[in-house]
């Protein structure tokens, strides 16, 4: 029968061990996470080392790892240079949603229930221990120490119960109901139903990162994108994101002002798709309005032209 001891362990804060717990991983990246803290803080070591398919051990097979660590390591949450692979403490930095259903007033309330029930028990132990009546050693003497011990089991803890994190995660649940996107992933996953992010547009991405730029402007250019029906295109995005930048616009709205304000206003009732096709039918007559007027043009300088070569001719 299975029986182990406390004597090996993992050594991982309650902090962060909670962060991973309320974030919203999939069971794949959980399963990669387990085993790069096994691996790292549970053999002593800030870091792991790990080949793409020693993740098979914890269920997560070469045509998904790929993916899995990319998004990640795009999340920032791992840290990963060749082989070695540092998970990024600072969680507040991890840019992954935060499970709708935490709550953490409720994670307090059973947190300091479980902190009272194992002191309740301790102290018990103790009183018994002190009070035991075949003790003469107690009867004969004149300390009160039940009196001392006993109340901390009315309240314990509840000062744990009282301290409010730094962050709230009732305001990040009313953000997320104010915001449907809280990640660039989120809003790329959603605009152009892909789940794998290309390299040049997460270079792109993470330019505008260290320049500053907030991930709310970032998730609103990608939302531009697909209402305008645009794949995941990095010309496009650059030049979308740095258009909005020059005249100033951190959203979609602000740039739809914009535009309005000059008098060209989006058609009610279109939409993205219609007006890129008008746009393109537009174009194709334009230019063969200009063709043609190039024709004419020709032929009206032949005309000019022919009476001035007859006459080099025959002169």
Not at 214 to 231: C, D, N, Q
Request: net charge neutral.
């Amino acid at each position: 029968m299975a029986n182990p001891q406390p004597d090996q362990f993992t050594k991982l804060s309650n902090e962060l061990y909670e962060a991973i717990m309320k974030t919203d991983f999939s069971k794949r990246q959980r399963n990669i996470l387990d085993l790069i803290m096994r691996l790292s803080y549970g053999c002593r070591k800030k870091f792991a080392i790990l080949r793409p398919s020693d993740f098979e051990v914890v269920g997560v097979l070469r045509g998904h790892i790929k993916k899995e660590l990319e998004y990640l390591q795009m999340a920032n949450v791992l840290h990963i240079e060749g082989e070695v692979y540092t998970l990024n403490k600072d969680y507040d930095s991890w840019r992954v949603s935060i499970t709708k259903t935490f709550n953490d007033e409720k994670y307090q309330k059973i947190l300091s229930r479980n902190l009272a029930q194992n002191v309740t028990e301790t102290v018990t132990k103790v009183t018994e221990m002190v009070t035991d009546p075949e003790d003469e050693s107690y009867q004969n003497s004149n300390t009160p120490v039940t009196k001392t011990v006993t109340p901390i089991a009315d309240e314990p803890y509840s000062h744990v119960a009282s301290e409010v994190p730094k962050e709230s995660i009732k305001d990040i649940q009313e953000e997320e109901e104010e915001e449907a996107f809280r990640t660039s992933l989120d809003a790329y996953q959603y605009s152009f139903k892909k789940f794998h992010m290309t390299g040049h547009i997460q270079g792109y991405i993470r330019s505008l990162y260290n320049r500053g730029v907030s991930e709310k402007f970032v998730i609103e250019v990608i939302l531009e994108m697909g209402e305008r029906g645009i794949g995941p295109d990095v010309n496009y995005m650059r030049k979308l994101a740095e258009d909005w930048l020059e005249k100033g616009c951190l959203t979609r709205a602000e740039a739809r002002r914009r535009r309005e304000a000059k008098g060209v206003p989006r058609a009610i009732g279109s939409t993205p798709q219609r007006n890129r096709q008008e746009q393109r039918n537009e174009d194709a007559a334009r230019k063969i309005r200009e063709a043609e007027e190039r024709e004419r043009e020709r032929d009206s300088q032949a005309v000019h032209a022919y009476p001035e070569r007859v006459q080099q001719l025959y002169l």
